[in-house]
Structures are given as structure tokens and as C-alpha cells.
């Protein structure tokens, strides 16, 4: 099977790479739930696996077009992958100070992150169902990022159900519930938001015990 990959997935095959910019959102509409999706230029497989990657900037800074962000999707589309470089909701300028004092609204943040980038996945299992427009295998999808981004990724992995939350001495499980759930109030709904695995890039994740030895597996990085 490797034979016939023809270098596929391991070295850059292609020369150049398309980016298309859509809204992965049917709930919200700004700048972000923006994700660029990636495409190798010539590529006629349609059955390719999915990267969703996003930024880093500790919640309340970067954005999709983050050199380090454009830089890894152009290099795992060239290898043919189909990658995807994704906004998601970050903490307003004026609350920044209550974001870094108080971990309750630490917790609402990487839940109310964690839900965008769910949302995302699923658009692309909706798409899938519904023409598959970007070629990909729905049953390969990745999750990475970079920093804040990592957290992310590690976050949507690891968390399996409200009960992994904690109730004391913040009540987490609540917080979550009013974000609508695990699978959070960013819409298209209906789909899984389930993924392959892991690729963090100085990520961590909050508590250890969520990671379960069934789990997805990890690509951690640290530097």
C-alpha cells in the first residue's frame, strides 16, 4: 500500500495549493468562524484525509492567516492532504483583564473555542454528505494547532462527556451546558465531531486524568 502512495502524505507532491475562505458556521456569521481550506492543485483523489489547524495567541489574539498557520497547511496540502486553517471565537479586548484573573471565564473560553472548532469538523462531515466538495475521507479527520490553538485540539480530543468536567470549585459541567454541551452552539448539528488524532504544538491539557489509554493518539511538540 505505501508503494502506491507514490510519496503521498510523506513528501510535497504538489507544486501549489488553492485556498478557498468560507463561514463553517450556520449560527454565526463574522470574521470568526472564517476557516481557509487548502487543496493540492491537480490532485483528482477524493478520498483524502483532513487537518483542521488553528492558531495560537492565548485566547485573545492571532488569526487563520498567522504565518506559522498558512506555513503547515501549505506544506500538508502539498503532501496531499487537505488541510484547514480555522477561526474560532476569542476573548473581547475589553475582558481580557477577567479573562487572566479568573478561571471561570478561562474555562468558558476554551469551551466556547473548543465548540467553534467542533462546529468545523462537522461542517466538513456535512459537506461530505452533501457532495463532498473538498474531497476528503470523513472518517480520517485531524485536529492541531499551535499554542492556544493546541489547547484546543487537546481539549476537543480528551473531553468525552460533560462528567469529565468538574463541578467544584467552579462548576464546569454548567458552564459547558449553557454552551450548548459537549458539542457546543456553533451549528451543524447532526454530524459527528469526532477526530483521528492529535497534533499539539505547545499545548496542554488542563487536567491529565481526561485522557483516557483508549484515546486518540498525540503528537505532542514542546520548545
Known amino acids: ?3 502506491q502512495c507514490n510519496g503521498r502524505y510523506e513528501t510535497e507532491i504538489f507544486s501549489s495549493t488553492s485556498v478557498t475562505e468560507i463561514n463553517y458556521s450556520d449560527v454565526y456569521n463574522d470574521t470568526r468562524h472564517l476557516m481557509d481550506v487548502y487543496t493540492p492543485d491537480g490532485d483528482t483523489e477524493i478520498n483524502r484525509p483532513l487537518i483542521l489547524f488553528m492558531h495560537g495567541g492565548s485566547f485573545y489574539g492571532g488569526d487563520k492567516e498567522d504565518s506559522d498557520c498558512q506555513d503547515f497547511c501549505e506544506a500538508f496540502a502539498k503532501k496531499g492532504y487537505v488541510t484547514a486553517s480555522v477561526n474560532y471565537r476569542l476573548v473581547g479586548l475589553l475582558d481580557i483583564v477577567n479573562f487572566l484573573t479568573y478561571h471561570s471565564e478561562q474555562y468558558e473560553e476554551v469551551l466556547k473555542a473548543t465548540a467553534d472548532i467542533r462546529s468545523a469538523i462537522r461542517y466538513f462531515r456535512k459537506d461530505f454528505a452533501n457532495g463532498n466538495t473538498y ?4 472518517n480520517t479527520i485531524f485536529v492541531g494547532g499551535s499554542s492556544a490553538g493546541a489547547v484546543i485540539a487537546v481539549h476537543l480530543a480528551y473531553i468525552d462527556s460533560i462528567s469529565d468536567l468538574p463541578i467544584s470549585p467552579i462548576d ?6 449553557n454552551l450548548g454541551g459537549i458539542e457546543g ?13 492529535v497534533i499539539s504544538f505547545a ?3 488542563n487536567t491529565l486524568s481526561w485522557i483516557d489509554p483508549s484515546d486518540e493518539p498525540l503528537v505532542s511538540i514542546q520548545g
Do not use: R
Not at 172 to 177: E, I, P
Not at 188 to 194: A, D, L, R
Open 135 to 138: 474531497g476528503i475521507d470523513p
Open 172 to 177: 464546569v459541567q454548567s458552564l459547558a451546558n
Open 185 to 197: 452552539d456553533a451549528g451543524n448539528n447532526g454530524y459527528s465531531s469526532s477526530v483521528s488524532g
Open 1 to 3: 500500500s505505501y508503494a
Open 203 to 205: 499545548g496542554g491539557i
